[in-house]
């Protein structure tokens, strides 16, 4: 993925801009970390995000023929990216996890105000499902 210019610690670094301290938890971001080298092991989170890399991919080089001229505006209709996203946030956080993908989607903080699409989705679902898991007792 540093092709799109993420790395692990942008990665933590954008989760950790949404997370909301809690005293109780202490320093998150060693958990946030080993969480989400954890879920980028996970085949299923893997094929996700290879779905969406392999979808801009085609969307960037006009290969997907309805997005040809809108793909970089991200039209409305445009559901597959959310839905990507919200499926690896349930995958890895569960039902709670939901939530959190919206905030990330709403607000696209850190490294996925700068990517595409499908790729800010699937990276913003990532990040909810890993700051549930570490969050959640």
Do not use: H
């Not at 839905?83 to 607000?107: M, N, S, V």
């Amino acid at each position: 993925m540093s092709k799109w210019g993420i790395s692990l610690e942008g990665l933590v670094e954008t989760a950790m801009q949404m997370y909301i301290f809690d005293p109780s938890f202490g320093d998150i971001r060693p958990e946030v970390e080993a969480e989400i080298l954890r879920a980028l092991q996970d085949p299923n989170v893997e094929s996700l995000l290879l779905a969406a890399l392999c979808l801009e991919e085609k969307a960037q080089k006009g290969e997907i023929e309805s997005l040809k001229l809108r793909y970089k505006d991200d039209p409305v209709e445009l559901l597959a990216d959310e839905i990507l996203g919200l499926q690896i946030a349930q995958y890895i956080g569960g039902t709670r996890a939901l939530f959190e993908f919206y905030r990330f989607d709403r607000k696209k903080p850190g490294i996925m105000s700068s990517l595409p699409p499908f790729l800010d989705d699937a990276i913003g679902g990532l990040l909810a499902g890993v700051l549930v898991k570490v969050c959640s007792p």
